[in-house]
Each structure stands twice: as C-alpha cells, then as structure tokens.
C-alpha cells in the first residue's frame, strides 16, 4: 500500500495526493485504526524541520521548534511570544497565578475572550468578503491549503471536539461551542479550565514530557516566497500555550511531510482549486497568517480586553 502511494504521489500534483492522503487518514481514524509507526526523534538534534525531514526519508519527524516561530488557533493565528493577546496564553498565566482552586468560569481570559469573539461566518473567520463563505458557518471553515471548506470539515469538527470532551471526563457535543471562537456553553469553559490546570500542574511539576507513543503538538509549515517558515498549531494548542506560558524557548512537535504548504503553491491549493476563494485572497490568508495578525473585526471585539489581562498580569 506504500509503494502504491509513493508512486501516485511521484506522477501527481500536490492538490491530488495531499487531499487523497487526508481522506484515508481520516477514514481509518474513524474506523478505529492508528498507524503504528513512531515519528523520528530529532529532539536537540536538527532545528530545521526541511533538514530533518530528509533525514528521515519519507517519516514524520519530531523536533524542537522555537515558539516564536509557533502560529495556534487556526485561522485567528495568535503568536505565542513577545506582546502577544493570545487567549490560551493568557488564560494559562492567569490560572496559574490563582491561589485558589475556585475559578469563577466566568472572568478568566478564556471566558471574556469566548464572549467576545463570536465569528458569524466562515468568511469573517478567515477574514476574507466572499459570498460563498459567508453562507457557511465558522464551523465549516477550512484553510485553502488543507481542504474545502463546507460540511463534511464541520463534521469532522464536531466528532473531534465530541472525543477531546468525553477524554477528559465530559459529556458535550458541538452545541456547547468550541475553544477558538465563541459562543461556547458554561460547561465548555468548564472543560477548557480543566484541560489547562491539568497540563500546567503536570508541565510545572515534570517539565514538557514527550511520549512518542502518544498524541503530541501537530501542525503546518508554512513556507513563504523567501524560503522562511511557520509552525501552524492543528493539534495541541492548550500544550503549546503552556508551555509558552511557563517561557519555555522551545517545544517540541510532530512534522509531516505531507503537511508543508507553499506560497507559491496557492494555485494548487484545494480550496482555490474548488473556488472557495480566488488565489489572490488565499495568498492574503496565507499572510496573515504567516504573520500571525488576527481578522480585523475580530480582533478589535478582543483586543481592550487582552490588553486589560496583561496590564492586570
């Protein structure tokens, strides 16, 4: 089956195998199949992740990555240095500042910034004036790169979010909101705060622990015209705001080598190939992104209120 992939990949474009590869991935997770392969460990070793995945020939790779180099929240692409208004970040400070293990869900960073953000639309979350998009919920959002957006990804979403929840001991679907933009129920918040306390107790205490047998910080490289990059946190975010939360200079994630997107590849991208958005407005997200700049009407609902957590901080 690998050499059948391989040898698609060698006679295909990008935008055929790459949604090909996401499709069955997709499949056998929800079939219950998980591949048993280890990434290789290049921890202290290599800080160029296009150095380290040759080295591994083909295999994922895992490596320190410096969190200045680090994009999270999807398509809100907060930075996790310098003044950042990261909300996780924030959040993480500000728990971990409490004396006290009762935590009123309702004023922490996390909170505020869950009330405040509240895309109406697939187009005012990525930050893009497009008819289609703006039909489609935020749910439904998908970056040009990593597919079309529409319902299968807010399926796809909701089982996600359905799991993470049950793992950690609660019983909440999609109606009760997400942790990257409001609206979200009480309970959401709730869940959220665990997931926080638990890795900052555990992180604090034990350092940034790596099982490779287990799910670690996954994402995209973004590669702009003049060869730099950025880490894409997909998988993670909570570990990754952490760890930069407690000034860890690096941490270590997962790097695919299906998962490096391009610049000047938008014109194969998925989701300007399905005409979601034209290459001009995806080459914009892309930079944004790249740049780590928050949707405009979205970060002005949030930006007083982060500022007001970091003086406060």
Request: glycine share 6%; charged share 25%.
């Amino acid at each position: 089956m690998s050499r059948l992939y391989r040898a698609v990949k060698r006679v295909s474009p990008g935008f055929v195998w790459r949604p090909l590869r996401r499709a069955l991935h997709d499949f056998a997770t929800e079939a219950g199949y998980h591949r048993e392969r280890f990434p290789c460990d290049f921890r202290g070793l290599v800080d160029d992740p296009f150095e380290a995945l040759e080295r591994a020939n083909g295999h994922r790779v895992l490596m320190d990555l410096p969190l200045s180099n680090y994009r999270m929240q999807h398509a809100m692409a907060y930075p996790l240095t310098g003044d950042t208004n990261n909300p996780f970040v924030l959040t993480a400070r500000w728990l971990r500042e409490q004396v006290t293990d009762q935590i009123d869900d309702r004023v922490t960073p996390l909170a505020v910034y869950l009330r405040e953000v509240t895309p109406q639309s697939t187009a005012e979350l990525l930050g893009i004036e497009n008819s289609h998009l703006q039909q489609l919920s935020p749910h439904e959002a998908a970056l040009p790169w990593e597919g079309c957006s529409g319902r299968s990804m807010g399926d796809q979403r909701a089982r996600t979010a359905q799991r993470e929840a049950e793992e950690h001991g609660f019983t909440l679907d999609q109606t009760h909101g997400r942790q990257l933009y409001g609206p979200a129920s009480r309970q959401k918040i709730e869940l959220e705060h665990h997931r926080f306390q638990k890795l900052l107790e555990s992180i604090d205490k034990r350092g940034f622990q790596v099982d490779v047998s287990q799910a670690q910080i996954t994402g995209h490289v973004l590669v702009n015209d003049g060869g730099d990059w950025r880490f894409l946190v997909i998988g993670g975010n909570h570990r990754a705001a952490v760890a930069a939360a407690l000034d860890f200079p690096t941490v270590p994630a997962i790097v695919r080598p299906d998962a490096i997107y391009w610049r000047s590849d938008a014109h194969q991208w998925p989701g300007v190939i399905a005409a979601d958005m034209d290459k001009a407005d995806a080459i914009n997200l892309f930079d944004r992104i790249f740049s780590g700049r928050q949707p405009g009407d979205l970060d002005s609902a949030w930006k007083p209120q982060a500022e007001r957590f970091k003086r406060e901080l």
